[in-house]
């Protein structure tokens, strides 16, 4: 039983990425032929390895469940499911064999969101800036605009315009708060960082520092300054977390603990999903073994439109839960669990209305 349900979902999982390529290959076709010097060979190997490895693993607990509920249908279609009733096997020893195969997936599955994955998306993004992306997109990258950072509980920087190629910008203010009071704020024209004493030079520069009876104002041309950032804060931040081995998103974010940055979410929500998608594969399994456990009018394709439908609902339960749990203040981990504790809640339920 478990050979021919791992069998079930690996010929769902080569059903979905070939239509992913398929789709791909339409939408991207156009930029490939621009580039007269890119050959056959080096779109498989720095773009096509790279997105299989991807779609792939975000599959799998979606092919994975549709697998569960093509391969339970079946089972109760063909009266194997009754026969397996009359000879007393319990609700739970059934769900033995999907379990293992779960477990199987979910443990490839961590392996490559942590390790695999993040170092795959490095190589298929430098190959989309270089070869894919128009100007435009590529200038969206290079220049941030309209930044804020919290760099401790009481200071705030805003960056109007700022360049990662050179590394400098312009608009730049700094903010220091004694609780809702503003206490001090430094405003420059130009802001350029300095790579060898990680230090920021400012020009035209004024200083406003606010006491309990005055105000003390003071400017100047130019000011050697440090700040707890460095430009690749600046840069959007799921794009740099997803292409971090865990290792070095655990790393990077303790460093930026350290040096005082605050608002971490984004990272930590990176971190967190690649744990908790895997582990909603023994969610989904027991939704679809208890879905198809029993034999419907209308067959398989009843079950599967019920299956996908919430499938769907649980993807964009996370989609939801990922950006609210970007915002600052949050408990990011609580945020991305959120869709595994509604769904396990859904699947206690069906688990114990199946034993009866």
């Known amino acids: 039983m478990l050979k021919r349900f791992l069998v079930t979902f690996l010929f769902t999982l080569l059903i979905l990425i070939p239509i992913a390529i ?8 156009d930029n490939f032929l621009e580039h007269p010097d890119l050959g056959f060979y080096q779109v498989l190997d720095e773009y096509y390895k790279n997105f299989i490895i991807y779609y792939a693993n975000t599959f799998m607990p979606l092919a994975l469940f549709i697998a569960v509920i093509l391969f339970t249908s ?4 063909n009266t194997e499911i009754i026969a397996i009733n009359n000879a007393k096997i319990s609700f739970t020893r ?13 443990i490839i599955s961590l392996g490559m969101n942590h390790f695999v994955v993040p170092n795959s998306s490095k190589e298929r993004k430098k190959f ?23 760099l401790t509980d009481s200071t705030y920087i805003f960056i109007r315009n700022f360049n990662t190629e050179s590394n400098s910008g312009y608009d730049f203010t700094s903010e220091v708060y004694d609780g809702i009071k503003l206490k001090s704020k430094l405003v420059s024209n130009r802001i350029r960082y300095n790579d060898e004493d990680s230090t920021f030079n400012l020009s035209n520069w004024k200083m406003r520092k606010i ?18 950032f460095t430009p690749k804060d600046l840069i959007y931040k799921s794009a740099l977390s997803q292409e971090m081995p865990s290792g070095e998103l655990m790393k990077f974010i303790d460093i930026s603990k350290k040096r005082g ?21 023994f969610i989904l399994t027991i939704i679809a073994v208890a879905l198809a456990f029993r034999k419907r009018r209308g067959g398989t394709g009843v079950n599967l439109a019920i299956g996908i439908g919430i499938m769907f609902l649980y993807v964009f339960l996370m989609k939801i839960a990922e950006v609210l749990g970007g915002v600052a203040g949050v408990n990011a981990l609580l945020y991305v669990w959120m869709p595994n504790i509604i769904f396990g809640c859904l699947a206690i339920y069906l688990y114990l209305n199946a034993r009866k």
């Open 22 to 29: 398929a789709i791909d290959i339409s939408e991207k076709i």
């Open 74 to 77: 079946k089972l109760s279609n």
């Open 94 to 106: 059934f769900l033995y064999p999907y379990f293992i195969g779960a477990s199987l997936i979910t």
């Open 128 to 150: 989309e800036k270089e070869y894919i992306k128009n100007r435009r997109q590529k200038n969206e990258l290079k220049f941030v605009r309209e930044f804020s950072l919290q």
């Open 211 to 228: 006491y309990n009876t005055r105000d003390e104002i003071s400017s100047g041309t130019k000011i050697d300054t440090v700040f707890n």
């Open 261 to 281: 940055v605050k608002n971490l979410n984004a990272y930590l929500v990176e971190f967190y999903k690649r744990t908790s998608l895997p582990i909603a594969s």
